[in-house]
């Protein structure tokens, strides 16, 4: 079965950097994009970033200059690196997998359990 499993939440500063790894294993070859996804208590869960096959990458609004996605495709997995960290980006982050058409979701969606980043100020 699929499985999306991330690691390296955590615990840091206000102004400080974590990086996120998510590794996937056994997903459709029709999956496309890969992507990080983050929900707080009481919000709505957000887009943070996604990755193409490709290399096109996508940003939500409040990250854009701060967060980087990448992949490696061989390894099948995808990284977050977080720097310049907010309270407001406290949050449980999702891996995401995810078939697409320009800016169109097409079929199943495949989600990691999450991971816990908490920010202090």
């Known amino acids: 079965q699929v499985q999306l499993v991330e690691s390296g939440g955590g615990l840091v500063q206000a102004g400080g950097s974590l990086r996120l790894s998510c590794a996937a294993s056994r997903l459709p070859s029709s999956i496309n994009t890969m992507g990080w996804y983050r929900q707080a208590p009481g919000k709505q869960r957000e887009l943070v970033a996604a990755?193409?096959?490709?290399?096109?990458?996508k940003y939500g609004d409040s990250v854009k200059g701060r967060f980087s996605i990448s992949r490696d495709n061989a390894k099948n997995t995808v990284d977050l690196q977080m720097s310049s960290l907010k309270p407001e980006d406290s949050a449980v982050y999702y891996c995401n997998g995810r078939r697409t058409m320009g800016t169109l979701i097409i079929g199943d969606q495949y989600w990691g359990q999450g991971t816990q980043v908490t920010v202090s100020s």
């Open positions: 990755i193409s096959s490709g290399g096109t990458t």
